[in-house]
């Protein structure tokens, strides 16, 4: 199985079909702590979350549905790395 390396300050995805840059549909697998907080009604709410481990499966273009095309690009200099 391939997995994809998410962006980082240095880098961003791009469309290889269509040169999206922005919108895409992510898998991610992730290993998670949680804090839940049981309401007294008895519903719970995750107060607290923390990622011990994942890894992106997939990424396809939002806009073309191109799957296995998008690619892993510098960004440009002083471009601003947004979370």
Avoid: K, Y
Wanted: net charge negative; glycine share 8%; charged share 25%.
């Amino acid at each position: 199985m391939t997995t994809f390396s998410a962006p980082d300050a240095d880098t961003r995805w791009r469309c290889t079909q269509c040169g999206n840059l922005t919108r895409f549909d992510v898998v991610r697998v992730s290993r998670t702590r949680e804090f839940w907080h049981q309401e007294l009604s008895g519903a719970p709410v995750v107060e607290e979350s923390q990622v011990l481990d994942g890894e992106i499966e997939s990424v396809a273009c939002r806009w073309c549905a191109g799957g296995g095309s998008v690619e892993l690009v510098a960004r440009p200099v002083g471009a601003p790395a947004t979370s």
